[in-house]
């Protein structure tokens, strides 16, 4: 294919969302010319109103089930909604996001021969036997429950940008990703952070699912999206699969003692039950990416939280609804 610009033309799907956003942002800085593909399902306009004036950024509403015919260098793969609250809530549709996507993107890129990455997750473990868990560790999922939609959509995507990769050389990269958080997530997604640090804020009790002991690894969204973008720049010969993530584990109890200290709210907890199929502990084992990427992750929870905090008492966060999206 002709090319008349040294820009290089990069595609994020997915990039009105929480990570996309970012990522949508860090590639603008880099001098990237930066095509949003986004059908709004959970990322909206607000997280891009500040780059749709740039002239190398452009959007464009299209759900990835659909085929999407652009030209491009790059495509980061990020389109699927990653909360438990909004995958589930029309799982069929989940699956499709991910396989279908994943075909439709991988035939983009095999048409264009572009290179592309994967957001995928630490979900492909499922419920660990292993820990902390190493990319040669196969998974434990149960692939007909509640979470099934998303852990073995994200796991046929894996196994869709690896035959691409065997079948028509494409040049692929598959990115783990582990918990994430940070501004621009949204206040109803039903994730930890986000839930916890709302309900700090109005003064309202943290709900700790089961006893609270269960652990996760978070990282800040900064550390991802570097992450993201240093995986991209590899040579063609790394693939991964490579988990991305911090590697600082704690209990979702310890979660919300921090989050009560980072607002400084007097609020309380209770329980409630555990939903199903939620893993009782994750934590990332990060050395291939230490070793390919140069990358560890910088920014701690604490000063994490306190960014977060910041930007959910704000009011680009104050003015989004607050009512449980789907109850
Ligand atoms: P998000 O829900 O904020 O972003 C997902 C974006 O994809 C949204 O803007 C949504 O509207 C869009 N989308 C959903 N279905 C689509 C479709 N069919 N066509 C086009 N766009 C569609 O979630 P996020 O946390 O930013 O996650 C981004 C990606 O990273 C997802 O693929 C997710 O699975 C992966 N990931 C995230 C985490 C995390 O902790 N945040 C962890 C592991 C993996
Ligand atoms: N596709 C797309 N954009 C393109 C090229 C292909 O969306 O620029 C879609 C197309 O709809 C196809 C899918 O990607 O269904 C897989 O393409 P591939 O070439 O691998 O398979 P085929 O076209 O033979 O089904
Ligand atoms: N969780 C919780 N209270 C909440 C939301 C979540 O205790 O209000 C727990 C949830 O059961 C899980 C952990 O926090 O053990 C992380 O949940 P999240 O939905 O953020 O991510 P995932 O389960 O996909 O890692």
New binding site residues.
């Given amino acids: 294919m002709r090319k008349y610009s040294i820009r290089k033309r990069v595609l994020v799907t997915g990039g009105a969302g929480f990570i996309g956003s970012h990522l949508c942002e860090k590639l603008l800085a880099a001098g990237n010319d930066v095509l949003c593909v986004d059908n709004f399902f959970t990322g909206t306009r607000d997280n891009i109103a500040h780059l749709l004036g740039e002239p190398h950024f452009e959007l464009a509403r299209h759900d990835v089930t659909f085929p999407l015919y652009v030209e491009v260098d790059e495509i980061y793969n990020l389109a699927c909604p ?4 909004h995958y589930q809530y029309d799982p069929v549709q989940t699956t499709k996001t991910s396989v279908h996507g994943a075909i439709n993107m991988l035939g983009l890129a095999k048409r264009v021969k572009a290179k592309i990455l994967q957001a995928s ?3 492909v473990y499922g419920d660990p036997q292993v820990h902390p868990q190493r990319e040669d560790y196969w998974g434990h999922v149960n692939p007909i429950g509640l ?1 099934a939609c998303y852990d073995e959509g994200k796991r046929c995507a894996e196994t869709l940008f690896f035959d691409y990769h065997r079948q028509h050389r494409l040049r692929i990269k598959v990115a783990r990703i582990f ?1 994430t ?1 940070g501004p621009r997530m949204h206040p109803n997604d ?7 640090i709302v ?1 700090a804020l109005a003064g309202e009790p ?5 006893k ?1 002991a ?1 652990t ?1 690894s978070f990282c800040y969204v900064d550390d991802l999206v570097d992450a993201l973008i240093r995986l991209m720049a590899t040579p063609d010969g790394f693939t991964g699969p490579v988990n991305l993530g911090n590697p600082a584990e704690f209990t ?1 109890s310890d ?2 003692q921090l989050v009560i200290a980072a607002t400084g709210s007097k609020s309380k907890v209770v329980f ?1 039950p ?2 199903p199929d ?2 009782l502990q ?1 934590k990332p084992d990060i050395s291939l990416a230490e070793q390919h990427l140069s990358w560890r992750p910088r920014i701690p929870l604490d000063e994490g939280l306190r960014r977060t905090v910041a930007y959910f008492r704000g009011a680009e966060a104050a003015a989004l609804p607050r009512v449980a999206a789907y109850a």
Avoid: H, K, M
């Fill in positions: 990653a909360a438990p609250v997750t630490s979900e979470r918990n958080y039903g994730r930890v952070v986000s839930n916890f309900q943290l709900t700790l699912y089961g609270g269960q996760r979702i979660l919300a409630r555990l939903p939620d893993p994750r």
